[in-house]
């Protein structure tokens, strides 16, 4: 008897994570957009910092990240568990947030160039100087960094909170940790690989064996691309992720892309339907950002 409850358990246990599993693994698809961006953006936030402290300022970014995990985790159980009605706007506000970053993101890329440059060459003027306190940046750097992962990180959360909203508390604990978990590691430990890729290349460059060297070369010269691939490749992400959640959300919306997409049937069905959530998202965040543009600045010239 004894055995067959424990084997009873052990089935239960094995059901259990095999959910988690499937619940881990689709929350991760719904949240990859984020992990595009999230992963340029804090890339790019330890440029300008010295080779040698290139790894310890990822690594202090990675624990921020970790504990703003830590923070946004049970705040999310709790409100599945307190305030469950809350789920959804939450996922809609979050959905609407991506959509306007990602226009944010364009607008200030093409209206904002020379504001943009001037900032790049103000920067490296600075560095070279020798009053300038590189530790000190380097502090900004890490916090600047940690206060965008909170951001992204509350994005992905709710996202993933939105997929487990109707599973038990347990089970939306299990999943929001892995993910949390495992977001972590993919995203810095990635972002510490592409900060060295550079140092990886010089390296091999400066082997013996030609074949070596060339690939040491083609590294460097691949590594500035990969950073702005990354960059388009997230902000593309933003309008399809921020742009689905939005659709599903509004049924009126949603039904009207999937009935047009229809049309198309099979692969081509899908494909339209995603560009479809694509170009909402990117509507949203275009009226968005004509609405909250003038009440930023005002709260800033306000706070300035």
């Not at 091999?204 to 490749?233: D, F």
Request: glycine share 10%; with cysteine; proline share 4%.
């Amino acid at each position: 008897m004894a055995g067959a409850s424990l084997l009873t358990l052990l089935d239960d246990i094995a059901t259990v994570l095999d959910d988690v599993a499937l619940m881990t693994k689709a929350a991760t698809k719904k949240t990859a957009g984020v992990l595009g961006d999230d992963l340029a953006l804090n890339a790019q936030q330890v440029t300008g910092v010295k080779p040698a402290r290139e790894l310890p300022v990822v690594w202090a970014v990675a624990k921020g990240s970790l504990l703003n995990k830590c923070i946004l985790v049970p705040a999310a159980v709790a409100i599945s568990f307190f305030l469950p009605w809350l789920v959804t706007p939450l996922l809609m506000l979050g959905g609407a947030f991506l959509c306007f970053e990602g226009t944010e993101k364009l607008a200030h890329k093409f209206l904002h160039k020379e504001e943009n440059e001037a900032h790049k060459k103000n920067l490296h003027e600075a560095l070279k100087s020798p009053e300038v306190d590189l530790k000190e940046l380097e502090k900004d750097k890490i916090k600047g960094a940690i206060r965008t992962d909170f951001i992204l990180s509350a994005e992905i959360i709710a996202i993933t909170l939105g997929i487990v909203a109707v599973q038990s508390i347990e089970m939306q604990f299990a999943v929001l940790s892995i993910v949390a978990v495992g977001v972590t590691v993919v995203v810095y430990g990635l972002v510490a690989g592409i900060v060295k890729l550079d140092d990886g290349g010089l390296y091999l460059s400066q082997q013996e064996p030609v074949p070596i060297k060339r690939l040491g070369e083609a590294i460097l010269w691949l590594a500035p691309y990969m950073m702005k691939t990354l960059s388009i490749v997230g902000t593309i992400a933003m309008f399809l992720v921020g742009g689905g959640i939005l659709t599903h959300g509004i049924p009126v919306v949603s039904g009207a892309i999937k009935g047009f997409a229809e049309g198309f049937g099979g692969i081509g069905g899908v494909l339209v339907s995603t560009l479809g959530d694509g170009l909402f998202g990117l509507l949203a965040g275009a009226i968005l950002l004509a609405v909250l543009t003038p009440v930023i600045t005002f709260w800033q010239k306000r706070k300035a």
